[in-house]
């Protein structure tokens, strides 16, 4: 399913949970967010369901194009394993030692 919008937040939520459903009920367990530019934690809520949704028939569902953003919520909550987020790359911390101190 082609989720055709640039944003999911607590306004549009509710209705692609269903639209999702439906998708998940007919079969189609690859969602495609590559249109999806701005989230909120609603977005995190809504993949989870999703997920749960297709595990209470055996499957998975599989995601491609998920905004960093998104992942980026996903990390903060704990839950990014749950929605198949990559692992986030962490940038290389200063010691002390290589700032000169």
């Given amino acids: 399913m082609k989720v055709d919008v640039d944003r999911i937040d607590n306004t549009n939520a509710a209705s692609l949970l269903q639209l999702g459903e439906s998708a998940i009920q007919g079969g189609d367990y690859n969602f495609d967010l590559s249109a999806v530019q701005r989230c909120d934690s609603s977005a995190v809520a809504l993949l989870i369901a999703w997920q749960r949704a297709a595990h209470a028939r055996g ?3 599989r995601l ?3 905004p960093p953003s998104l992942c980026s919520l996903a990390t903060l909550y704990g839950v990014a394993p749950l929605i198949s987020c990559p ?3 962490s940038k ?3 010691s002390s030692s ?3 101190a």
Avoid: D, K, N
């Fill in 87 to 89: 692992p986030l790359q």
């Fill in 98 to 100: 290589a700032m000169g």
């Fill in 92 to 94: 290389p911390s200063r």
């Fill in 59 to 61: 499957q998975r569902v």
């Fill in 64 to 66: 491609e194009g998920i």
